[in-house]
């Protein structure tokens, strides 16, 4: 009987201490992927010796590793006020490093971007980076990122609201954790069943990097670079395996489809074509002879935080702003009908410009680079917020 993709289950689960393979929480921890593939490596140590033979010697088992990928759709939000989550939800903590729970929305008032709540401590719920929802006006529902806090009083956040908006709530965000901030690793297992149950469990995972695609009129995905440490397999039945057979996972996410976009540089609204945001990550390996090998995978610094984006070509705007090296904001929504996901970084550098000809059309193909502002915050990293409401 062939093992199919469809019988399989995922789960991501954080590890209690690096390499432990945490055991997940059913069926609180599965996650609907898209092509995940974690392959299991042990490093052969091959040996030098001279035999009396032309072939060498049997090599000895060395560190265990395990490297893959995997993709979600960006999906809504699921789970009571103050508490929501997210299909791959650990996976996005892990890519960028600092997740903000959401605040249930309360009531106040805006003024030139200065949110004043009825009941003043409210304010200090929020953080910095944090992607807000304004609603309550006579208009449409804004939505906005927290730039400061001044505690018990108000918080300031960009864009500025268009409307006399008078709710306010933070939605979940994941921003760049500051260098102090403790990193986490993960556990993922990946289940079985056919003609037995098999369970690969990988531990010390941690995500190298993770590209959010927005293709034209299509489903909005992010695809995890994975590397872990150590990895245990068992199967029910054979040496002693226990594996309990598990119930079926039904989710109900709803992706987010890229279009009907709403994207701003520089405070410029844009028609793109194409946009992609990529966080990257320089990972170190700490080993230790006292232990199978690799005892930890340290974020060292974040190679890359940026992406690209295109449109039709209409002029000079952008180009000049590439060749003057000037900063800008950039500002993006898309909405499922139901709620909405924001990208949202206060201080962009074009880092490339490229025209090209389309099917007898000018193109312009940007690349950009996320930076910290002046005004980062002490506790958070605010070179790029990614939100879901």
Known sequence: MAYIDKSTQWSVTKEAVYGDRTAPA??????ELINPTLTPNTELVEREVLKNSLVGAQPQLGKETSSGSCEVELAST???????TINGDLLYEA?????IADVAATSGTVSSGVVTFTTASDVDNYTVGQAVICSGGAGDVEYAVVRSITAGVSMTISPAPADDQTMFGGLLSYTVAKPRDEQISLSIQEYMEAASRIEYTYGGVVVS?????YPVANIVKANFSLAGAGYAVEEDGVNGGVVPARASVCMTNVPYIAKNMTFKYGGTAYNIENLDVKVASEIYDTEALTTAGITNKTVTGKSEVGGSFAVEYTGTTLFSQYKDGTSGEIFGTVSNGSSTAIVYAPRVVLTQSDKSITSGIYKESLSYRCLSSEGCSDTVEDAITIAFQ
């Open 95 to 99: 890519a960028l490093g600092h997740r």
């Open 209 to 213: 990097d993770v590209t959010i695609s």
């Open 26 to 31: 059913l069926p609180d921890d599965v996650v």
């Open 78 to 84: 699921t789970g009571a006020d103050g508490a929501k």
